[in-house]
């Protein structure tokens, strides 16, 4: 934790940034399911990883690209930087990159390392809404990158 004047906020150490991934294939869209310490729960994500937390001067779409296959088993043959975005500017100074991936090959399982525990789910883009629905009532939190695919039934 942070504090600037009277404004308290949560920033990692070093800056660390993060890359996510939007990795649509075939009018599906491959999302993340795993426990989150901070919320004490499950929560329902766009695979996700840490920029440079394996290798120094790693690029966001390299990150994406590393932590896809790690997580969800799937190999990109193209990615694309989508921009840099801050999830809650109130009260986190975290930075992330969503990156496009195209191409998708299924080439693992997935799951993560070890202690990740990640569930893959592979969702109809026309049954997001539905599924999200689903995940919530089970208990399941939802991470708010998840409006980028509710954007459209929201609007």
Not at 66 to 73: D, I, M, N, S, Y
Not at 88 to 112: H, Q
């Amino acid at each position: 934790m942070k504090k600037r004047g009277r404004w308290e906020y949560v920033g990692r150490v070093g800056g660390v940034q993060a890359a996510v991934v939007l990795a649509i294939d075939d009018g599906d869209v491959i999302l993340v399911e795993q426990y989150r310490v901070p919320l004490g729960r499950r929560c329902l994500e766009l695979p996700a990883g840490l920029v440079g937390d394996e290798e120094a001067g790693e690029s966001a779409e390299a990150s994406a690209v590393r932590e896809l296959k790690e997580e969800t088993g799937y190999r990109a043959d193209r990615v694309t930087s989508l921009g840099a975005f801050y999830a809650s500017p109130g009260m986190v100074s975290e930075c992330f990159t969503l990156v496009r991936a195209e191409g998708l090959t299924k080439v693992g399982d997935g799951g993560g390392t070890a202690d990740e525990d990640i569930t893959v789910h592979r969702v109809p883009l026309t049954g997001i809404a539905d599924f999200i629905a689903e995940r919530r009532a089970a208990g399941v939190a939802i991470d708010v990158k998840l409006l980028t695919l509710l954007g459209p039934s929201l609007l």
